[in-house]
């Protein structure tokens, strides 16, 4: 812009900015904003969420608060977006403490949570196996007038998954039509691989046979979970015919999906050569 005589604007920054924060180039999206001043740019609240939302996908939970921390000096109020990607930067960074405090302190600064809000927070306590806290942010957004939509439901779903909760995680799946939301792939994969954790393989096939009912197409991450369930049952030939549907299906076998289903042969002392 300046070899063409064009002198770069707060729009401008911000445009590039985003365009890093999309690209996941946390260290040149904090450049470009330090270098605001020194062009007698003033950085907006635009500015900085794009900026934390970079250091956010960046795994960089630290330099998202720094930036957080710096926006009264500057004299930039944060706004609801703001504090959103600051606890996604914290679930990111497995920090969920941190996540959890930045949402209860949202109302203190006449700041209303959201969905993506709640969101981050819930998906932190997934990451840090918190699976309580997690069903009890989901079961206050109604109270908040916040809906809760599928990516809440499957960060809770992945949080009972992951607290070893496999009872909670169908019966999640199964409320989610009363609050009119169809559950998805990514719904389904985390409710089959809590039956997985369970050594649930009944429920775990009976989820993934539902999926084409709601016009969901599995993905190999649904059907690695399925088989990795009919492994931890014993259920070495049915682990075995999902392997061999998987292509029908137009899913490519990952190693994951093979190492579940040897694993399985092992388990259930299969002998002989299958093709």
Not at 143 to 153: D, E, H, L, Q, S
Request: proline share 6%.
């Amino acid at each position: 812009m300046p070899e063409v005589r064009e002198v770069p604007e707060e729009i401008t920054y911000n445009a590039a900015i985003s365009a890093c924060e999309k690209g996941g180039q946390w260290q040149l999206a904090l450049n470009l904003l330090s270098l605001m001043p020194e062009v007698r740019l003033v950085p907006n609240e635009i500015t900085y969420n794009a900026a934390m939302s970079a250091c956010a996908k960046g795994g960089q939970w630290q330099q998202a608060l720094n930036l957080l921390s710096l926006m009264p000096e500057a004299r930039v109020v944060p706004d609801g977006i703001t504090y959103s990607a600051a606890i996604s930067a914290c679930e990111e960074g497995f920090q969920w403490q941190l996540a959890l405090n930045l949402l209860s302190l949202m109302p203190d600064v006449r700041l209303v949570p959201n969905e993506f809000s709640y969101n981050a927070a819930i998906s932190a306590c997934e990451k840090g196996g918190q699976w309580q806290l997690a069903l009890n942010l989901l079961s206050q957004m109604p109270g908040a007038k916040v809906f809760p939509n599928v990516i809440t439901y499957s960060a809770a779903i992945s949080a009972c998954e992951k607290g070893g909760q496999w009872q909670l995680a169908p019966n999640l799946l199964s409320l989610m039509p009363d609050v009119r939301l169809l559950p998805n792939a990514i719904t389904y994969s985390a409710a089959i691989s809590a039956c997985e954790k369970g050594g649930q393989w009944k429920l775990a096939l009976n989820l993934l046979s539902l999926m084409p009912e709601v016009r969901e197409v599995p993905e190999e991450i649904t059907y690695n979970a399925a088989i990795s369930a009919c492994e931890k049952g014993g259920q070495w030939q049915l682990a075995l015919n999902l392997l061999s549907l998987m292509p029908e299906v137009r899913l490519v076998p990952n190693e994951i999906s093979y190492n579940a289903a040897i694993s399985a042969c092992e388990r259930g002392t299969a002998i002989g050569t299958w093709h």
